[in-house]
């Protein structure tokens, strides 16, 4: 089975502005809230990834056991 690739594009609009370019010209006020909000979705999108990678270990204990 040959894996098809998936192209995801995310913010089509020329205009849109990166994170970066926000960052830059937000205040320094907003910039600690932006970091701290970034840095607590990658703490968040860690654990998913951790506690998704434990479930399937799990799992596959559990199915060797049982098979």
Do not use: C, H, R, W
Not at 23 to 43: H, R, T, W
Not at 53 to 65: D, G, H, R
Request: hydrophobic content about 35%.
């Amino acid at each position: 089975e040959p894996v098809k690739k998936v192209e995801v594009k995310v913010n089509e609009d020329p205009k849109a502005k990166s994170y970066e370019e926000l960052l830059k010209e937000a205040s320094p006020e907003v910039q600690d809230q932006m970091e701290a909000g970034m840095q607590s979705y990658k703490e968040q999108k860690e654990a998913l990834i951790n506690s998704i990678i434990n479930v399937s270990i799990i799992y596959t204990a559990y199915s060797f056991l049982l098979f």
